[in-house]
């Protein structure tokens, strides 16, 4: 497998699990408090690493931070926030 397609890869898995983490985000928020999301949201960035390992093969952690966690953590926090002020309007 190439280098592109391994990016892509993980890049598509970190951003469909971050808008499902973002909805899952309010919900929580709505029933709880918000640090106990904040804590869900990190639990599942940490397994959704593993998932890409094992779709893209063993890479370096500054692949994943590049390629993983950034990709995540953008769209995690903006999918909150939008879907957030919306429900409040």
């Given at each position: ?19 499902l983490m973002g ?67």
């Amino acid at each position: 497998m190439d280098e592109l397609k391994q990016t892509r890869i993980s890049m598509s898995v970190h951003f469909v699990v971050a808008i499902l983490m973002g909805w899952l985000s309010i919900e929580i928020t709505a029933m709880s408090r918000s640090l106990f999301a904040i804590l869900l949201g990190f639990v599942v960035l940490y397994f959704t690493g593993f998932i890409a390992q094992r779709l893209t093969g063993q890479k370096g952690i500054k692949w994943w931070l590049a390629n993983g966690l950034v990709v995540y953590l953008f769209v995690w926090l903006i999918t909150w926030i939008v879907l957030y002020n919306t429900a409040l309007a």
